[in-house]
């Protein structure tokens, strides 16, 4: 990891309409309220050029795209997004709330399309300078209850199988297991208000508010 970072890199994972952005967004008010400097970021995007590189990956025109080319464009998206604003703002003191980071492409390449996981673990250090995040939340919710909560217009990625999602699930699961320290599994089975309360409560002992 990089030294002289002062601020806190938090992430928001988990499956498609699982309630990642309603909860960063709830967060990034919470923060802004208490005067506190924060930035909310997404990915795949975040900044020009990897906007540009989202459009590609979630065109659903793109069906020749192989495995390894969309493992390395989400990591050069990300790689982009941690030099131009990530780093940068942590150095200055900022709390940056990230919409996914290097987990989901563990969890869709890895565990969904059978990509090597050590092998992303490699390049993702590589993209990302090592910089994992001080703490993750995972939002976990039935595959098809999630899907159902997206848009009528699906992207590249939610367009696959239901199998293909399910085992985006088992991933998290997993990983949540294995980073006991960094991450917090959060059960979507409530509101989203009684589900901010929980996060809050992580998000005040993280910041020692
Ligand atoms: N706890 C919740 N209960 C019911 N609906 C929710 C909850 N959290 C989010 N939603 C709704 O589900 C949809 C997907 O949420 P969103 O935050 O966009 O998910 P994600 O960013 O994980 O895809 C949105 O319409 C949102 O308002
Ligand atoms: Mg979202």
Redesign the pocket.
């Known amino acids: 990891m990089e030294k002289g970072v002062k601020g806190k890199f938090i992430t928001?994972e988990?499956?498609?309409?699982?309630?990642?952005?309603?909860?960063?967004?709830m967060v990034c008010k919470y923060l802004e309220s208490l005067n506190k400097p924060v930035q909310h970021i997404r990915e795949p995007g975040g900044v020009k050029i990897s906007e540009s590189i989202r459009r590609i990956l979630l065109n659903v025109n793109n069906t020749r795209m192989t495995d390894e080319c969309e493992t390395l464009l989400y990591m050069a998206a990300r790689g982009q997004l941690v030099g131009e604003v990530i780093l940068p703002e942590l150095k200055k003191g900022t709390i940056v709330l990230s919409?996914r980071y290097l987990d989901s492409t563990i969890v869709y390449q890895g565990y969904g399309n059978g990509v090597d996981v050590s092998t992303i673990e490699t390049i993702g250090a590589f993209a990302t300078k090592g910089l994992m995040p001080d703490f993750t939340f995972i939002?976990d919710i039935d595959a098809e209850k999630?899907l159902s909560?997206?848009g009528r217009t699906k992207d590249r990625i939610e367009l696959r199988s239901l199998n293909y999602h399910k085992k985006v699930r088992k991933g998290y699961l997993e990983l949540a297991k294995a980073y006991p320290e960094r991450i917090v599994l959060i059960e979507?089975?409530?509101?989203?208000e009684?589900?901010f309360e929980i996060v809050r409560e992580h998000i005040n002992k993280i910041l020692g508010l």
């Open positions: 928001f988990g499956a498609e309409g699982s309630g990642k952005s309603t909860q960063a967004q919409d939002f999630g909560r997206t979507v089975d409530k509101s989203k009684e589900i």
